[in-house]
């Protein structure tokens, strides 16, 4: 099993580190990184293993028949990923499309 991300969702990661720490969520730039990058270690780690639910058609703007699951961060965020599930020479990828949190996306869910 692998698990990947479209260049669009890594370039959102490399934003959010910004955004957090410009938002005074985090009081250094070195913090919000560690943030981000432990999010993507964990979603690259336990995708596979999480409890996946079908992911509602406002989503599709991001890829048909997509799933998401739901990784909490903290008692005030949840991050939803949201995948698609391929074989590729036997292989089972797991294409992250978009990710969002619960400030952000959870209206739709």
């Known amino acids: 099993m692998k ?7 890594d370039e ?6 910004k955004i957090l720490w ?22 690259k780690e336990n995708l596979p293993i ?3 639910r ?11 028949n997509m799933e998401y699951a739901v990784f909490k961060k903290n008692k005030h965020t949840q991050w939803y990923v949201f995948f698609r599930v391929y074989q590729m ?8 499309r978009y990710i969002g949190n619960n ?3 959870a209206q739709y869910l």
């Open 103 to 105: 400030h952000t996306v």
């Open 12 to 17: 959102y990661l490399k934003v959010l580190v």
């Open 54 to 64: 079908p992911a509602p058609s406002y989503f599709d703007e991001y890829g048909e």
């Open 22 to 43: 410009q938002k005074g969520y985090f009081a250094f730039e070195e913090t919000a990184q560690k943030y981000v990058d432990d999010l993507y270690d964990d979603i």
């Open 89 to 96: 020479d036997g292989e089972i990828i797991y294409q992250v």
């Open 50 to 52: 999480r409890l996946h």
């Open 3 to 9: 698990v990947i991300a479209l260049p669009e969702v």
